[in-house]
Structures are given as C-alpha cells and as structure tokens.
C-alpha cells in the first residue's frame, strides 16, 4: 500500500473515530455495535502507526519502504 493511500486512510479512520467519540458524549454514551466498532478503530490505527513505523528506516539505512506491511490486527491487539 503506498503512502498515500495509508494517509488517506488514516484519515478516514480518525474521521470516524472522532464522529463516535462525539455522539458518545455526554449522556447516552456508544450503542454496543458502536463501542465495538470504536474499538476496532483504534486498534486499526495501532497496526497502521506500525506500518508507518515500519516504513521510518533508521537514520543512514536505506530499506525498501513499500516493502513494509501491515500486521494483523490480532498481533497489534496483543502488543498493548
């Protein structure tokens, strides 16, 4: 996946996290599919920072950046 659509990607996801953590508050709170789907995002996210962390060569080391992929959701799951 190339840069740009990582990005965009991100920003989608950030888009709807912030959309559910609104109509979250204050009073009713997230419906359970809701919740769910809150946090299934963050851990999407997680697994993308990775991705990019990945991508992020040490300083001096020249690495194929389009090489880098992105962990399963399971595997980021259990890194937190």
Known sequence: MNSDRVHAHLDDLVAEEHELLD???????????????????????DSYSELLSQRRPPEG??????????????SVDHLQ
Not at 23 to 45: H, N, Y
Not at 61 to 74: F, H, K
């Open 23 to 45: 109509r979250g508050v204050p009073e009713d709170g997230l419906s359970e599919q809701e919740d769910a789907r809150l946090a299934a995002i963050k851990v999407e996210l």
């Open 61 to 74: 080391a020249r690495l194929d950046r389009e090489a880098a992929q992105i962990r399963s959701m399971e």
